[in-house]
């Protein structure tokens, strides 16, 4: 989360209780084109998800956790490598 720095703009925030997982999320949006940015998990203070979809720059590294892993398309598999949250 520290070595996240966010380049410019404004983003717009929704904050909610998410009552299956029981935590509180905050998402950040593009305030001009409501494109999902950033958000933050209570659960996981010390993470932020960033959509893979912001970078612009090739070669990301591979995740390395699944944390919507129950939500997954059931054709979907991952990486054995990959820590995978129960929920």
């Known amino acids: 989360k520290s070595s996240v720095t966010e380049k410019a703009g404004k983003t ?3 904050a909610f209780h998410h009552e299956g997982n029981n935590h509180d ?3 950040h949006f593009c305030s001009a084109c409501g494109t ?3 958000w933050y998990l209570s ?3 010390e993470l932020v998800g960033i959509a893979g979809g ?4 090739n070669g990301l ?3 390395t ?5 129950s939500k997954k398309e059931a054709w979907l598999t991952l990486p054995a490598t990959w820590k995978v949250s129960p929920k």
Request: with cysteine; aromatic share 16%.
């Open 25 to 27: 999320q905050e998402r």
């Open 36 to 38: 999902t940015l950033y």
């Open 61 to 63: 590294p591979e995740p």
């Open 12 to 14: 717009t925030v929704y």
């Open 43 to 45: 659960t996981a203070p």
């Open 54 to 57: 912001c970078f612009a720059d």
């Open 65 to 69: 956790d699944s944390y919507t892993h």
